[in-house]
């Protein structure tokens, strides 16, 4: 599998399966440390997708052209 043929929303439902793993430690020991630790892993998740989401190019930022 190549990595660069995947989409930043394919990787943030692969990322979204980190919240079992949190929820069952929530659940197991502490409600508000799991409840925390789901926060981080969202917060994590949404700076990815919005880092690597493709950048628009209006303004002619790394062409070619002159103006």
């Not at 394919?10 to 929820?23: E, R």
């Not at 998740?45 to 919005?50: A, E, G, I, K, N």
Request: aromatic residues 6%; charged residues 5%.
């Amino acid at each position: 599998m190549v990595l660069e043929a995947v989409t930043p929303r394919h990787a943030l439902v692969v990322g979204l399966l980190a919240i079992l793993p949190v929820s069952w430690y929530g659940l197991g020991s502490s409600l508000s440390a799991g409840v925390v630790s789901a926060i981080n892993v969202l917060i994590i998740l949404t700076c990815l997708y919005v880092a690597f989401e493709p950048v628009s190019n209006h303004h002619g930022h790394g062409s070619n052209e002159t103006s």
